[in-house]
C-alpha cells in the first residue's frame, strides 16, 4: 500500500481560485476551492498515517465555515448549469404531492397516526376515537420550526391512551427532547427532559410517569460531535424536574454499555436491555415493579440476542438467535432461568420480529430478502400464512396483547405504502387507507436476480426498469447498496427512484454479505475481518450488470448512504475504473478515527478498532480517505453530508472530498454538496429532500450521459387512488 503521508502532503495547496469561478460542465478539476494542508500524523503501531485535512473535523471554526461556503458555491454553480435539473424538480415535486398515512395504533379507546398532506415538511399527528373517524389534529411539528427543520422523533402513549411522551429533535440531530402531552385536552404539560439520545419511553401502568434513557449532559453543549458514554436508566414523575427523576440503573463501570427499558404488558416488570455498541448480542435483567424489587439478572453472558415478546406471570416468551443464527421463539420462567424451551424453532428464513396479539404470535420472516408473515398460537402451532398483496415488504402488527385486529402497511417497487387492516380471527385483510397515486405495474419489470461474487457466493440483486428495456450496455443504472450492521434492504417504492425509472434509467439494490436478509451468519461475513467481502459483492454486481447488457462502465452510477457511504468510498477508491459516477452520502470515511466521535465507538462492533493492532490493517486497507491515490482518474463524484450531522460527523465527508479534489487527475468533477441545518437524515425536511435527491439525478443524468425522455416534467401523469372504503380518511 502507498503511504498516506507521502501521498498527501506532497499535494500542497491547490491554487485559489476567484470565488465566483464556476466549474464548467467538462473542464478541468483545477478550479476547486483552496483546501490548505497540515502536516499531522498519527502512528498506529508502528505505521505513520498522515492526516493532512484533520483540521476539517472543526465545524464551528470560521475557515472550515468559509470552506463550506466556497464548496457549496462550486457544487451549486455546476448544477445550476445542467439543462434536466428544473425537470427533475418539477417532476420530483408531483410525485412527491400525495397524501401519505402511517399505520394507526390502538391505546386505550383511541386511534393514533401520522399524516402528510403531501408537500408537508413534517408529517402531523392526529387522535380520534375510532379509526375511521376523521381525526383531529394532535401535534403539528410544522409549527415548531419556520424551515421544517425541527421533526418529531418518536412518540409514546400511554397504556390508556390518554398522554403522549414525544421527542422533538432539531436539525436532524441525534439528540432530542421529550415532552409531554395531555391527549385529550391537547394540553402541553410542564415535563421536558433533555440529553435523550437513543431512548424511547416506557410508561408505567398508572400513567404517572414513564422510564427512558440519558447521558450526561456535555461539558460543551455546543459540541455536538463530543463522544457519548456511560448511558443511563431513568424513571420520570409526571409534573417533577428532570433533575428529581430517579435513577433506575447505571454501570459507572462500563462506559460503553448502553440501556434501554421497556414495561411488560401486565405492567409487573421493568426490563431493562443492556448492548454494547451495535452488537445483535445484549443482556436483560427485570425488576419486579409489583415488589419494587431489585435489578435482577436474566441474559448476562452476551452471547446472543434476547427480545422479550410478551409473559404470563414469570414465563417470558423471549425471541433470541441462541444456538440459531435466523433466531426462533422460545419461553422461559424467570425463576428458573436456565431452563428454555422452544416454542418456533429456527427455520431456513431469518426471523425479523414477533408480536403478541389476539393470544397469539405473529412473526415476521424474510424469505429471500421479501417479507413473510405467520401465525403461531401460544404453544408455537402454526396457525397460518397472511396472505400479502404482493412480493414485497410489509411492516406494522402493532398492538396490545387481547386485540383481535392490527394493521400494517405494504409496498413494493411499483406499490406506494399501503395501509391494510388485519382480523386476526379470520384472518384476513381489507383494505383501509390508500395514497392516491398509482404506478403501472405493467409499465416496469422487476426481477430478483442471483449473481456470483469474487468468492463464488451467490447474492441476490433486486432489478427494476421500464417494460420492453434494451439490453444494450448503454443504460443509465442506479447502483445502491449497504452491507453491514445487520440491516436488510427490501423492495419498496420510492418517489425520487421512480423518478429515476421514469428518466430511463435501472434501479438495482443488492443484497450484500454485512446486511441482515439470511441471519447471522450472512451479517458476518461482511464484518470485521471479513468486511472486504462487501466491496467485493459490490464489483461483482457492477460486473453482472455490465455482463448481462443493463448497463457498461460510462453508465454506471452507485449510491449509498452512512454504511453504505463508506460502500460507495470503498468501491471508488479499489476500482475506479469500474464505475461512472458516485454519491457516497454521509459516509463513514475516515475507518481510523470514526470511533472518536459521538456514538462511532459503539460500530467497532461491526468494523473493529483502529486501537487493535490485529484489526488495524484491514481497517488502513480499506478506509476510503487513506486509499485516495495522487494522479488518479475517479469517477464524477458528489459527496453529500449535513453540517450538523452528529452521528455520522461531516469532517468524515469533508475530508474524503479535500483528498479527492486534490488526487484527480482528468475532467472528471469531484463536488460536496453540503446541506446546512441538517443531520444524518432523520427529521430532515420534504423540501430538503426534494432538493437533495434533484441534485443527485442531474449529477448522474449528466455525468452518465442520460438523454432525459422529451416532456419529461412538463406535466404529471393522472394518478387514480387504490379503491378504498368510502367512509376513510383515504378519500
Not at 466549474?23 to 498506529?44: G, Q
Not at 421533526?151 to 421527542?167: E, F, H, P, R
Not at 436532524?172 to 421536558?192: A, C, F, P
Not at 449535513?642 to 461531516?650: A, E, Q
Request: with cysteine.
Amino acid at each position: 500500500m502507498i503511504q498516506f503521508a507521502p501521498l498527501l502532503l506532497a499535494l500542497g495547496c491547490p491554487k485559489p481560485q476567484p470565488a465566483d469561478q464556476v466549474l464548467a460542465l467538462s473542464a478541468p478539476t483545477s478550479i476547486y476551492p483552496e483546501t490548505r494542508t497540515e502536516d499531522v500524523v498519527d502512528d498506529f503501531h508502528g505505521t505513520q498515517v498522515a492526516d493532512p485535512y484533520r483540521w476539517l473535523e472543526d465545524v464551528d471554526d470560521t475557515e472550515v465555515h468559509d470552506w463550506i461556503a466556497a464548496q457549496n458555491r462550486l457544487t451549486q454553480g455546476y448544477l445550476g448549469q445542467i439543462e434536466e435539473r428544473e425537470a427533475i424538480r418539477a417532476r420530483m415535486t408531483e410525485l412527491w404531492d400525495y397524501e401519505r398515512y402511517s399505520t394507526p395504533s390502538k391505546k386505550g379507546d383511541h386511534y393514533f397516526w401520522s399524516y402528510n398532506n403531501g408537500l408537508q415538511n413534517q408529517s402531523v399527528m392526529y387522535v380520534a376515537d375510532g379509526p375511521k373517524d376523521e381525526g383531529r389534529v394532535l401535534l403539528d411539528p410544522n409549527t415548531l420550526s419556520e424551515d421544517g427543520t425541527v421533526a418529531l422523533s418518536g412518540t409514546w402513549l400511554s397504556k390508556d391512551g390518554t398522554k403522549m411522551a414525544y421527542g422533538v429533535s432539531d436539525a436532524g440531530s441525534d439528540w432530542k427532547t421529550i415532552r409531554v402531552m395531555d391527549v385529550e385536552t391537547g394540553e402541553q404539560l410542564s415535563d421536558e427532559l433533555s440529553w435523550v439520545k437513543f431512548s424511547g419511553a416506557s410508561w408505567d401502568h398508572t400513567g404517572d410517569g414513564f422510564y427512558y434513557s440519558r447521558y450526561d449532559e456535555p461539558a460543551d453543549p455546543d459540541d455536538f460531535e463530543a463522544i457519548n458514554y456511560f448511558q443511563k436508566v431513568y424513571y420520570h414523575q409526571l409534573g417533577a424536574e428532570q433533575s428529581a427523576d430517579t435513577l433506575v440503573y447505571e454501570r459507572p463501570d462500563q462506559k460503553e454499555w448502553g440501556f434501554g427499558a421497556s414495561v411488560t404488558h401486565d405492567g409487573r416488570y421493568l426490563l431493562v436491555y443492556n448492548r454494547v455498541g451495535t452488537d445483535n448480542n445484549n443482556r436483560v435483567y427485570y425488576k419486579d415493579l409489583k415488589k419494587n424489587g431489585a435489578v435482577t439478572d436474566l441474559f448476562v453472558d452476551f452471547d446472543a440476542g434476547y427480545s422479550v415478546i410478551g409473559n404470563d406471570k414469570t414465563v417470558f416468551y423471549v425471541e433470541t438467535d441462541k444456538d440459531a443464527p435466523n433466531s426462533k421463539l422460545m419461553k422461559v420462567d424467570i425463576r428458573k432461568p436456565s431452563v428454555q424451551t422452544d416454542l418456533i424453532p429456527e427455520s431456513e428464513d431469518a426471523l425479523k420480529g414477533c408480536n403478541l396479539l389476539n393470544e397469539q404470535f405473529v412473526c415476521r420472516y424474510l424469505h429471500n430478502a421479501q417479507t413473510q408473515v405467520k401465525i403461531f398460537e401460544l404453544d408455537g402451532t402454526h396457525v397460518r400464512d397472511v396472505e400479502l398483496p404482493g412480493i414485497g415488504s410489509a411492516g406494522g402488527w402493532g398492538g396490545e396483547r387481547e386485540d383481535s385486529e392490527t394493521f400494517y402497511s405494504f409496498t413494493s417497487f411499483t406499490t406506494p405504502g399501503t395501509v391494510y387492516r388485519y382480523d386476526m380471527k379470520t384472518g384476513e385483510s381489507e383494505l383501509f387507507r390508500a395514497p392516491a397515486v398509482s404506478m403501472d405495474p405493467e409499465a416496469f419489470e422487476v426481477k430478483q436476480t442471483w449473481y456470483e461474487s469474487k468468492d463464488g457466493t451467490q447474492v441476490p440483486m433486486f432489478v427494476v426498469h421500464k417494460a420492453g428495456l434494451e439490453l444494450d450496455g448503454t443504460n443509465p443504472t442506479y447502483l445502491y447498496g449497504y452491507g453491514g450492521f445487520n440491516i436488510s434492504l427490501t423492495p419498496y417504492y420510492s418517489t425520487t427512484n421512480r423518478v429515476w425509472l421514469e428518466m430511463g434509467g435501472v434501479i438495482a439494490i443488492a443484497n450484500l454479505r454485512g446486511g441482515g436478509e439470511f441471519g447471522n451468519a450472512w451479517h458476518d461475513a461482511g464484518k470485521l475481518e471479513n468486511k472486504q467481502n462487501v466491496f467485493d459483492d459490490f464489483h461483482a454486481a457492477a460486473e453482472y450488470l455490465t455482463a448481462e447488457g443493463y448497463t457498461s462502465q460510462p453508465h454506471l452510477g452507485i449510491a449509498g448512504g452512512s454504511n453504505g457511504g463508506l460502500l460507495v468510498g470503498a468501491a471508488i477508491t479499489q476500482r475506479p475504473e469500474l464505475y461512472g459516477a458516485a454519491l457516497p452520502n454521509v459516509g463513514v470515511l475516515d475507518m481510523l478515527r470514526f470511533n472518536k466521535f459521538t456514538i462511532g465507538w459503539a460500530w467497532e462492533s461491526d468494523y473493529g478498532s483502529p486501537e487493535d493492532p490485529e484489526m488495524f490493517p484491514t481497517l488502513y486497507a480499506y478506509s476510503p480517505y487513506h486509499n485516495v491515490k495522487e494522479g488518479t482518474a475517479y469517477p464524477p463524484t458528489m459527496v453529500t453530508t449535513g453540517d450538523h450531522d452528529d452521528r455520522v460527523v461531516p469532517g468524515h465527508s469533508f475530508k474524503f472530498a479535500a483528498a479527492l479534489q486534490a488526487a484527480q487527475t482528468g475532467p472528471n468533477p469531484v463536488l460536496i454538496r453540503i446541506n446546512t441545518r441538517a443531520g444524518h437524515g432523520a427529521g430532515k425536511p420534504t423540501a430538503m429532500i426534494i432538493d437533495e435527491h434533484t441534485d443527485r439525478w442531474a449529477f448522474l443524468a449528466r455525468n452518465l450521459d442520460m438523454t432525459v425522455p422529451d416532456g419529461f416534467g412538463a406535466t404529471a401523469e393522472p394518478t387514480e387512488p387504490a379503491e378504498a372504503p368510502a367512509d376513510t380518511p383515504a378519500e
